[in-house]
């Protein structure tokens, strides 16, 4: 079982700063890229940012140069730094991780349950 927790959602008016955090914790052997998604309301979900366990990371469009993203390999976290929000960053932000499981040495595809990212004056 690999679980992943996401926490820092919440309500910033435009221009302001917000960061989520994720936290993998269960029967992890290795973590390889790791990321961060959004799904908006009407709207399918959509790659936000990525980075390997290299530090090698990549945006969409979108956000380069005000969204960063970082990870601690010894902590198993992965954080999205947000800054000049603007409202059309609203949205549910979705953690993601390809773990390698311990034992069987599975490649699995993790999801967080999400936080909200509600960016309104």
């Known amino acids: 079982q690999v679980q992943l927790v996401e926490s820092g959602g919440g309500l910033v008016q435009p221009g302001g700063s917000l960061r989520v955090s994720c936290t993998a914790s269960?029967?992890?052997?290795?973590?390889?890229?790791m990321g961060w998604y959004r799904q908006a309301p009407g709207k399918e979900r959509e790659l936000v940012a990525t980075i390997t366990s290299g530090g090698t990371t990549t945006y969409a469009d979108s956000v380069k140069g005000r969204f960063t993203i970082s990870r601690d390999n010894a902590k198993n976290t992965v954080a999205l730094q947000m800054d000049s929000l603007k409202a059309e960053d609203t949205a549910v932000y979705y953690c993601?991780?390809?773990?390698?499981?311990?034992?069987?040495?599975?490649?699995?595809?993790?999801w967080g349950q999400g936080t909200l990212v509600t960016v309104s004056s």
């Open positions: 269960g029967f992890i052997f290795r973590i390889n890229t």
């Open positions: 993601n991780a390809a773990v390698v499981r311990t034992i069987s040495l599975r490649l699995l595809d993790v």
